[in-house]
């Protein structure tokens, strides 16, 4: 054995890795000060709920809670309605009934736009402290592969676009560590865009879509 065959490092055997422990490296490693600020964005998402679900009732009539409650509603509804999948109106279809009843479409868009992001944290949160349930569904490795290849843009796609999958994406943007303010920027700029959309389409259409309605019915 020569001079130049010592200076080689001798490889160790590598194992075959179990499609288990695949997930686990694919998996964002948490350092402490991760896990640190994993909880204090834990605790301010459960403050942010608590309270709001404490200062708001859940209504039994949505279109009469809009007139009573006003903008301060619409933010409420927001809030409540992406972070809760049983809230019976989600923020940007209360600006559209908002609007409808007369409030400014600017506003309630801008409103229900912010309300919405700050409820997406909690999908967020969910994701961020390590291993996600849900990557054993397919649908879910697909959105999380898109959010592996796009980032930003699909965060902005997800909440632009009225879907179902939304709740996945955020939850797969905390599972892969994306910056939050990043991700907040991002799902804010589209949520906004969904919310205008509705409430400026709330303004122009709900009095002539309630009309035809008691027309059939």
């Known amino acids: ?69 006003g903008y301060i509603g619409i933010f409420a509804m927001a809030v409540i309605g992406s972070a809760s999948p049983v809230w019976p109106l989600p923020g940007s279809w209360a600006a559209f009934i908002a609007a409808g009843l ?6 309630l868009g801008l409103l229900a736009g912010i309300g919405e992001s700050i409820g997406e944290l909690s999908g967020y949160t969910a994701g961020y402290g390590g291993q996600v349930a849900l990557r054993k569904f397919k649908q879910y490795q697909k959105i999380e592969n898109w959010m592996k290849k796009y980032g930003g843009p699909a965060i902005f ?26 991700f907040f920027i991002f799902c804010w700029a589209g949520k906004t865009v969904k919310s205008l959309a509705f409430a400026f389409a709330g303004y122009g259409l709900f009095d002539r879509i309630k009309r035809l309605i008691d027309n059939i019915f």
């Open 157 to 182: 796609l997800f909440s632009a676009i009225p879907n179902f999958f939304i709740k996945a994406a955020t939850i797969a943007a905390g599972g892969l560590h994306y910056p939050i303010w990043k």
């Open 102 to 107: 007369g409030l400014n479409p600017l506003y």
């Open 1 to 69: 054995m020569n001079s130049k065959e010592l200076d080689k490092p001798v490889e160790e055997e590598k194992s075959p890795v179990s499609p288990d422990e695949q997930t686990s490296v694919q998996t964002p490693s948490i350092s402490r000060k991760s896990q640190v600020k994993y909880i204090i964005l834990l605790v301010a998402a459960v403050l942010v709920m608590v309270l709001v679900s404490v200062l708001v009732q859940r209504p039994d009539n949505p279109e009469e809670y809009l007139k009573t409650s």
